[in-house]
């Protein structure tokens, strides 16, 4: 079992005057977030803001939107 200070953490960042943050080296150790790589930013006014790297958000949604190949099985 992982210790739960490996899988959590709490920093707080602040927004640059282009609207910028800078995601915290702990977040990009976690999330193997490389310079380069593509997030997807999603929000909802109630629950807030989320990233998530695209590769990740595409394996999900294919759960949510099936691409219609397996349609007649």
Do not use: C, H, W
Not at 23 to 51: C, Q, S
């Amino acid at each position: 079992m992982k210790n739960s200070q490996e899988d959590r953490f709490i920093v707080s960042v602040k927004v640059g005057p282009k609207g910028q943050i800078t995601i915290p080296v702990e977040a990009r150790n976690m999330f193997d977030i490389d310079v380069g790589d593509t997030l997807m930013v999603m929000g909802d006014k109630n629950k807030g803001i989320a990233l998530l790297k695209d590769d990740a958000f595409y394996k999900l949604m294919e759960e949510f939107v099936p691409d219609g190949s397996d349609k007649n099985k």
